[in-house]
């Protein structure tokens, strides 16, 4: 007796792969957080200073130059005029009067007075000043203070931030080490940092080689961001193949997988095997 034909059901599982998402990757560019000092002395008027980018740099403001040098003057002494005119007064100075010597012109000695509180002059040590003698009190008071401890600047200074700083007051807010004319970098409320320290405490770490993003060699350094994370341009390749990852949005960019950088093939084939 011929059997009854067996049945047999085929059934057949088709797997689709969806198609890899490609991620956003976004290139900032690292600028140098520079800023410059200059060293100078406390009658030099400040040189014009170049204005770092926006950030995290300082925004350094217009000086106002203070005048011309300054210089201490020995002692004017009297003497029997010779008929000159007076440069203050105008006046001729009578041959039988005593008359002072000093900036290379003749006063009468009444004449000869700090031009600011007219203290007498005559025989004493003076300050000229944009041509303009004054007793030293009043030298004094036309000198910058530290932007720092508020005291006079007296012998050398450095000028930055559209201050002036005795060099011992300009320091790094970290380690303390006189910064001088070095170049610096500004924290969000002004804090002077030397760049080590700057790029210490601020700078981003490359999640890759766990190195910070910074500047190398006066050129400014560009960090890719993707998937909450920073990447050196050169590190932000796929972890199969090595390829350099593109930032724009092309199949050339990144595909991540598992938190993980692939390319497009590359990501492709591990969701392959991941699936089989």
Known sequence: MASKPEKRVASSVFITLAPPRRDVAVAEEVRQAVCEARRGR?????????????????????????????????????QLSNGDICAFCHKTVSPRELAVEA??????????????CRRQLAGQSFYQKDGRPLCEPCYQDTLERCGKCGEVVRD???????????????????????????SFALGSQNEVYCLDDFYRKFAPVCSICENP?????????????????????????????????SVEPTDQGCYPLNNRLFCKPCHVKRSAAGCC
């Open 42 to 78: 406390p009658w030099e008027a400040p040189a014009p200073m170049k204005t770092p980018e926006a950030g995290l740099e300082g925004r350094p403001s217009p000086w106002t130059p203070p005048g011309r040098a300054a210089a201490t003057v020995p002692a004017a002494p009297m």
């Open 103 to 116: 900036m290379k012109r003749q006063y009468h000695a009444q004449c000869f007075t700090c031009r600011t």
């Open 156 to 182: 050398h200074i450095i000028r930055a931030l559209g201050q002036a700083f005795h060099p011992s007051c300009f320091t790094c807010v970290t380690c303390a080490r006189c910064i001088g004319d070095e």
């Open 213 to 245: 993003i910074i500047p190398r060699d006066g050129k400014d350094a560009f960090k890719i961001e993707c998937m909450g994370r920073s990447f050196h341009e050169n590190c932000y390749r796929c972890e199969d193949c090595r390829i350099l990852l």
